[in-house]
């Protein structure tokens, strides 16, 4: 599998299998612990267990034993699906959905005394129903804070003919809990500013700068998009007052997780999920990829933003400079760095006529090629894959951010290039992840390319970037 082109070397993944969701991220003692939706049975969703991971500095990862196991006619026999992980006063607790066919979604608990490396699952479930009186579509996925003397844990729901929601719930111990209401419902026939689906998974609900975000995985029978509300919270309900997309790589952002860390700050992963047909998942052996580490920050425009934690840097290999310099229309210029693993970043300024776009991992005859692409007139940073590979079962729908530049600011981007995944940073404010699967042998080239008016490139820095194996 090593020698598979479209698997990434920087980027966590486990060494085969299915991967979805990360989950449990906590910071224990100096140790960092990442656990995911895990099939050990193969490359496709089903019978899910937790895997487990750790690390010292976010960056590098070393696998570590299964953690959560479906337990043979418990509330979970056909699943342990997403949670999170708690500091339960000394103790490391997880608290989970167990999942029972044909669509049982019961919040379980499981405790580990050996530092996190083995658990023992409760076999009763922590909450045995939902809350009466609600039509829900599911009671799945958990976030866990404490506040005034008690726990609270918000569960991910959507409420038919309404749209998604979370409810809460508060606790003395983690094991009883009483629900105490929604803390927010969405209106699924609401556009603007943006749909937010009949089904809100995964949430999670932290103070940023003085403000409450809340982010939610959105879905309808599929995966869309995350979202990040940003509003007051009081008296057990949530009133947002922005709400946008967290990533613009639409569903290969998706069910995100956080959490602080000693030093401060808020570190997120979330899911890549694959872009190609499930026959070719399956052959490859492998399905699924967890972002760099990001820290969780405020842009200037009110926005919530992930960004690559700077422990990234040290993966930065062989650099390659380029001074200012014009492009001209109609030339394609090439930058002199080639290959798949890669980190990027140049600023440059957008021409007031026209487009402009960056070729990336493009075949000489730029017949191959991601190509992110800005419009000043619209204000629009689209990543457009359809010509990103030569062969044809992939998705090929492009990824549009609203980026607005201030007078005189120039487009200043960060890409990183792993394989098959891309993640793209736009002025430290918008962000888009996504998945392109070049076959070419030759597709391992950069090119800067202007529409109608000239373009000035003001910086470009490339990296090639090491593996974390
Ligand atoms: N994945 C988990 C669920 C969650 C979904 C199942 C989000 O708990 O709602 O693998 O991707």
């Given at each position: 599998m090593t020698a598979d082109p479209q698997r990434p070397r920087y980027h966590f993944l486990p060494p085969a299998n299915w991967m979805n969701d990360p989950n449990g991220l906590i910071q224990w003692g100096d140790t960092f612990h990442l656990f995911y939706q895990y099939n050990p049975a193969g490359a496709y969703h089903r019978q899910i267990h937790w895997g487990h991971a750790t690390s010292h500095?976010?960056?590098?990862?070393?696998?570590?034993?299964?953690?959560?196991?479906p337990t043979p006619g418990g509330a979970d026999a056909d699943g342990c699906w997403s949670g999170c992980a708690i500091d339960d006063h000394g103790t490391p607790t997880l608290i989970y959905t167990g999942f029972r066919l044909p669509d049982e979604q019961k919040p379980c608990l499981a405790v580990s005394y050996d530092g996190l490396q083995t658990w023992q699952q409760w076999s009763t479930p922590i909450i045995s129903t939902p809350p009466p009186n609600l039509d829900l579509l599911g009671f799945r996925d958990h976030t866990v804070w404490y506040e005034h003397g008690l726990w609270h844990m918000l569960i991910g729901s959507g409420i038919r003919g309404q749209g998604g929601a979370v409810l809460l719930y508060r606790s003395p111990d983690l094991r009883h809990w009483e629900y105490g209401g929604p803390l927010l419902i969405g209106?699924?026939?609401?556009?603007?500013?943006?749909?937010?689906?009949?089904?809100w998974e995964c949430p999670d609900f932290f103070m940023l700068s003085n403000q409450q975000v809340l982010i939610c995985s959105v879905w309808d029978q599929r995966p869309y998009y995350t979202i990040a509300m940003i509003g007051h919270y009081h008296n057990g309900c949530f009133t947002p007052h922005t709400t946008h997309k967290l990533d613009y790589g639409d569903a290969h952002f998706y069910a995100p997780q956080t959490m602080q860390i000693r030093d401060g700050r808020r570190i997120m992963f979330g899911w890549i999920m694959e872009g190609r047909r499930e026959e070719a998942v399956l052959e490859a052996g492998w399905a699924g990829v967890m972002t760099l580490p990001?820290?969780?920050?405020?842009?200037?425009?009110?926005?919530?933003?992930?960004?690559?934690?700077?422990?990234?840097?040290?993966?930065?290999?062989?650099?390659?400079?380029?001074?200012?310099?014009?492009?001209?229309?109609?030339?394609?210029?090439w930058m002199p760095v080639q290959g798949?693993?890669?980190e990027i970043e140049l600023t440059l300024h957008p021409p007031q006529r026209g487009t402009c776009s960056i070729l990336l991992r493009a075949n000489p005859d730029g017949s191959e090629a991601t190509?992110?692409?800005?419009?000043?007139?619209?204000?629009?940073?689209?990543?457009?894959?359809?010509?990103?590979?030569?062969?044809?079962?992939?998705?090929?729908?492009?990824?549009h951010a609203p980026l607005t530049l201030n007078k005189d600011e120039p487009l200043a981007l960060h890409i990183f290039l792993d394989a098959s995944v891309i993640e793209v940073f736009a002025n430290n404010?918008?962000?888009?992840?996504?998945?392109?699967?070049p076959v070419h042998p030759d597709s391992l080239g950069i090119a800067i390319a202007t529409e109608t008016d000239p373009l000035d490139v003001l910086s470009f820095r490339a990296w090639q970037m090491a593996s974390i194996w």
């Amino acid at each position: 599998m090593t020698a598979d082109p479209q698997r990434p070397r920087y980027h966590f993944l486990p060494p085969a299998n299915w991967m979805n969701d990360p989950n449990g991220l906590i910071q224990w003692g100096d140790t960092f612990h990442l656990f995911y939706q895990y099939n050990p049975a193969g490359a496709y969703h089903r019978q899910i267990h937790w895997g487990h991971a750790t690390s010292h500095d976010l960056v590098h990862w070393q696998h570590q034993p299964l953690a959560l196991t479906p337990t043979p006619g418990g509330a979970d026999a056909d699943g342990c699906w997403s949670g999170c992980a708690i500091d339960d006063h000394g103790t490391p607790t997880l608290i989970y959905t167990g999942f029972r066919l044909p669509d049982e979604q019961k919040p379980c608990l499981a405790v580990s005394y050996d530092g996190l490396q083995t658990w023992q699952q409760w076999s009763t479930p922590i909450i045995s129903t939902p809350p009466p009186n609600l039509d829900l579509l599911g009671f799945r996925d958990h976030t866990v804070w404490y506040e005034h003397g008690l726990w609270h844990m918000l569960i991910g729901s959507g409420i038919r003919g309404q749209g998604g929601a979370v409810l809460l719930y508060r606790s003395p111990d983690l094991r009883h809990w009483e629900y105490g209401g929604p803390l927010l419902i969405g209106d699924a026939t609401q556009f603007h500013p943006i749909w937010t689906g009949l089904f809100w998974e995964c949430p999670d609900f932290f103070m940023l700068s003085n403000q409450q975000v809340l982010i939610c995985s959105v879905w309808d029978q599929r995966p869309y998009y995350t979202i990040a509300m940003i509003g007051h919270y009081h008296n057990g309900c949530f009133t947002p007052h922005t709400t946008h997309k967290l990533d613009y790589g639409d569903a290969h952002f998706y069910a995100p997780q956080t959490m602080q860390i000693r030093d401060g700050r808020r570190i997120m992963f979330g899911w890549i999920m694959e872009g190609r047909r499930e026959e070719a998942v399956l052959e490859a052996g492998w399905a699924g990829v967890m972002t760099l580490p990001r820290e969780v920050r405020f842009t200037n425009d009110g926005h919530v933003v992930t960004l690559p934690v700077s422990e990234i840097q040290q993966l930065r290999q062989r650099e390659v400079q380029v001074p200012p310099h014009r492009v001209m229309p109609n030339e394609l210029q090439w930058m002199p760095v080639q290959g798949t693993q890669l980190e990027i970043e140049l600023t440059l300024h957008p021409p007031q006529r026209g487009t402009c776009s960056i070729l990336l991992r493009a075949n000489p005859d730029g017949s191959e090629a991601t190509v992110l692409r800005y419009d000043r007139q619209t204000a629009t940073l689209t990543l457009d894959r359809r010509r990103s590979s030569l062969i044809g079962d992939v998705w090929r729908d492009a990824h549009h951010a609203p980026l607005t530049l201030n007078k005189d600011e120039p487009l200043a981007l960060h890409i990183f290039l792993d394989a098959s995944v891309i993640e793209v940073f736009a002025n430290n404010r918008r962000s888009i992840t996504s998945r392109i699967y070049p076959v070419h042998p030759d597709s391992l080239g950069i090119a800067i390319a202007t529409e109608t008016d000239p373009l000035d490139v003001l910086s470009f820095r490339a990296w090639q970037m090491a593996s974390i194996w």
